[in-house]
């Protein structure tokens, strides 16, 4: 079980398989297929995934991204839990840890290979069906 906490307000308490944390150019990865939201890469915005909660309120949220994000793994809980960042770097976390997750001051610089329209990145990405011009090299339409 753990307890979601928002700016440091006690948001809902619940028991999950785990919480993924995100940004807008997380949120077509693992955020995604936990059912969260896709972010336009312009929007500012952290995300909040519950993994296979077990609530009424356990949502994908979308908040500021000046909030500072908190997960305890509270100290009933049966098991220990595990922080992964972005799959490389991993900490055990017994019961009663606390995890503050808030954006860096620090912007991470990506290099793209192939600009374009994040809508038209989307549906390359995840073969959408899409009928309609797509704006596709050759001035081809589909």
Do not use: N
């Not at 079980?1 to 440091?8: N, W």
């Not at 006690?10 to 949120?27: E, I, K, M, N, R």
């Not at 305890?72 to 595990?82: H, N, W, Y």
């Amino acid at each position: 079980e753990v307890v979601l906490e928002i700016d440091r307000r006690p948001l809902s308490s619940f028991g999950c398989d785990g919480v993924v944390v995100a940004t807008p150019t997380g949120s077509t990865a693992y955020s995604f297929s936990a059912g969260g939201p896709v972010v336009w890469p312009s929007v500012e915005a952290l995300l909040v995934v519950p993994l296979s909660a077990h609530a009424l309120f356990a949502r994908p949220l979308v908040v500021s991204p000046k909030s500072m994000i908190a997960v305890e793994i509270m100290e009933r809980s049966a098991g220990s839990g595990v922080l992964w960042c972005d799959g490389r770097r991993t900490w055990e976390l017994p019961p009663g840890a606390r995890v503050e997750i808030k954006r860096s001051t620090f912007p991470v610089r990506l290099a793209r290979f192939r600009q374009g329209v994040f809508t038209d990145r989307l549906v390359r990405k995840f073969s959408l069906p899409v009928v309609g011009w797509r704006g596709h090299e050759g001035g081809e339409q589909s």
